[in-house]
């Protein structure tokens, strides 16, 4: 990637941080794995989900916490539906 | 009341205590933490094991608690107005769940304060032992008092007029019958389930479920009501 790209955490109470691409890929493989899917396949999808997330936000200058989520919970609908559920749904299973 | 009758009210107090979901949406964002960040099976059974261990003895604490209070205070016959009061609170929580059980929005959000459902959510995550498994089972049961508070004292008052060796009994059937939703959980997750199937049933059978657990609630202080409270005036005015 070719510039930093900041990012404004959910509420905008705590500091912005720079797009952190690892951080997307653990998450989105703790989903895939959640719905168990094989550890190879978790990490295939999650670089294909922070690929097309990555290229979403190269053009912007600032995004927020939400918009990586949504834009990466539509990735992820394409690549695993399944995970993408559990993805979109963990924080509003309580 | 005979003992059909009063196991009959335990064990529909224990449905409806089974059919509130705070312990299986805790339980099921553990299994989903615990599997997302590879935990073994055997790990994740005693993680969601010590859970579901927490939250039944929470219950029964809870139940045999209520009953020790009504024996005190009451011996084993439980008065009318006391009853009355139980109906009361039965019938006023079958119409808290009817109308805010759940939130209005997607997923299964709970009834619960934002803030502590964002704690719980936390602590789950955070969950790496079986005994924290085990205290957040407790703390999960605790939680939800509330809405426990009406099937847990209807079915101590009814455990109360049992003899001693059966209220152990009951207090057994209330608890392994409140249990049943998460021991079901605890065996589909065991068993390699996907937890998107368990979290999409409860999203699709969310308002029937809350119907259900409001209907069963306000049948329950109903059938009591009439049982114990009217039948008792209606002798002591034939009485007169």
Redesign the interface.
């Known amino acids: 990637m070719g510039k930093a790209i900041d990012v404004v955490k959910s509420g905008g109470k705590r500091p912005t941080e720079s797009f952190d691409k690892s951080k997307l890929h653990a998450s989105i493989?703790?989903?895939c794995?959640?719905?168990?899917s094989p550890?190879g396949h978790a990490h295939d999808t999650a670089e294909r989900v922070c690929e097309t997330v990555i290229i979403w936000c190269e053009t912007k200058p600032e995004i927020t916490s939400a918009d990586i989520r949504r834009q990466a919970s539509k990735a992820l609908e394409t690549h695993h539906p399944?995970?993408a559920?559990?993805y979109n749904?963990?924080?509003?299973?309580? | 009341m005979n003992y059909l009758e009063t196991f009959a009210i335990i064990a529909l107090a224990g449905m409806i205590h089974a059919s509130f979901q705070l312990s299986v949406s805790m339980l099921t964002l553990l299994s989903g933490h615990a599997i997302g960040s590879k935990t073994s099976q055997a790990r994740l059974s005693r993680l969601t094991g010590g859970f579901v261990a927490g939250a039944m003895i929470m219950t029964t604490l809870i139940v045999s608690f209520l009953s020790y209070v009504a024996s005190v205070i009451f011996g084993s016959v439980v008065s009318p107005l006391a009853w009355a009061v139980a109906c009361g609170i039965s019938l006023g929580l079958a119409l808290g769940v009817w109308i805010f059980y759940y939130r209005k929005e997607r997923g299964t959000a709970l009834w619960v304060p934002r803030p502590m459902a964002r704690f719980l959510s936390e602590r789950t995550k955070a969950t790496k032992l079986s005994a924290e498994a085990f205290s957040l089972g407790v703390t999960s049961v605790i939680a939800e008092l509330l809405f426990i508070i009406a099937p847990a004292t209807i079915a101590s008052f009814a455990l109360v007029s049992l003899p001693n060796d059966l209220q152990l009994l009951g207090i057994a059937l209330y608890v392994f019958i409140a249990s049943l939703s998460l021991l079901g959980v605890y065996v589909m997750v065991g068993s390699g389930h996907k937890l998107s199937r368990i979290q999409r049933w409860r999203e699709d059978n969310k308002r029937f479920l809350q119907f259900a657990a409001g209907s069963a609630l306000a049948v329950l202080g109903f059938y009591v009501y009439v049982n114990e409270v009217v039948v008792a005036a209606v002798a002591v005015a034939g009485a007169l």
């Open positions: 493989v703790a989903a794995l959640s719905v168990r550890e399944e995970a559920y559990f749904h963990h924080r509003v299973i309580m």
